[in-house]
C-alpha cells in the first residue's frame, strides 16, 4: 500500500466535512493498494444549465482526489502536497445518476507528484480522465 496506514474511508469522509468536497456531495468510497475512488451526484448542485455535469465540478472531483491521494503517500508530520496544474477531458456528456472517479499515481517524487484520475458514469463509461500536478513542500 503506498498510503498512510491509517488511512479510512471513514477518516476521510470525516476530513470532507464541511468543505466544497461536502457541499457538492463528493462521497470517499474505495481505497486501494495504489488507488483512491469517490463518487459524486449528477444533481442540481453539479450540473450547468443546460443539465448536464459541469465540467468543473469534473475538476473538483479530480483535484480532491488526486491532492488527498498526494498529501497520504508522504511524511505529513514534514511535508504537504499543493496542486500546481490540473487538466480535464471531458469526452462524454453525464445528465443524472453519479459519477466514480479514481485516482492513480503516474509519478510519487520527492519534489513533485502527478496522478491520473479517470471519472466514469453510472453505466462505467469513461466521461472524463484528468491529470493533476503537485508540489511536495516541506513544512
Known sequence: MIFNKN???DFLNKLAKDTMTSHIGITFTDIGEDYISA???V???TKQSY???HGGANVVLAETLGSVAANFTIDQESQYCVGLEINANHLKPVKD???KGTARPVHIGKKTQ???IKI???NDQLS???RITLAVLDK
Open 7 to 9: 488511512l479510512s474511508l
Open 39 to 41: 463518487s459524486m451526484p
Open 43 to 45: 444533481d442540481d448542485r
Open 51 to 53: 443539465g448536464m455535469l
Open 97 to 99: 445518476g453519479f459519477v
Open 114 to 116: 502527478v496522478w491520473e
Open 120 to 122: 466514469f458514469n453510472s
Open 128 to 130: 472524463c480522465i484528468s
